[in-house]
């Protein structure tokens, strides 16, 4: 009699172990997933500028469907949208339908999921670190 006690002890922790198994990453999908997207002013106070990628994104989680907001004088800077091929070389491409310039100072973009890329497209801008890359889930 006292076996079959300890084998229900076991089968219901065993039990227990499963059900935590299969709902935990379920569990934490859900809490990773928000209703509302979030606005972020990019560099915070400090604005569109160099070597953001240091520091600005670091404490974030981004989702797809967030906007970034950047701001920035516009007589100095730009904002280039872009894929990563021009991200990497600094370079604006010519024609393409997946990259647009904006010159507002008061910039926003809706993130979509994956890797959002961002430069300043005046010339040496980029070469000197004015760029951000962000990933969105």
């Not at 997933?33 to 981004?62: E, I």
Request: glycine residues 10%; positive net charge.
């Amino acid at each position: 009699m006292l076996a079959q006690g300890r084998g229900s002890a076991t089968t219901a922790l065993v039990a227990g172990v499963v059900l935590l198994c299969v709902f935990l990453p379920i569990t934490g999908a859900a809490a990773m997933a928000r209703q509302a997207p979030r606005t972020y002013v990019v560099g915070d106070d400090k604005g569109w500028g160099r070597d953001l990628n240091s520091w600005w994104p670091k404490d974030k989680t981004f989702y797809a469907g967030d906007v970034l907001v950047f701001k920035y004088d516009k007589e100095l800077h730009d904002v280039t949208v872009l894929g990563g091929k021009g991200y990497q070389r600094c370079e604006v491409p010519r024609h393409s339908s997946k990259s647009w310039v904006m010159r507002t100072g008061n910039d926003q973009v809706t993130l979509r999921r994956g890797n959002n890329y961002f430069i300043c497209g005046l010339p040496g801008h980029c070469d000197k670190n004015m760029k951000l890359a962000i990933k969105a889930w």
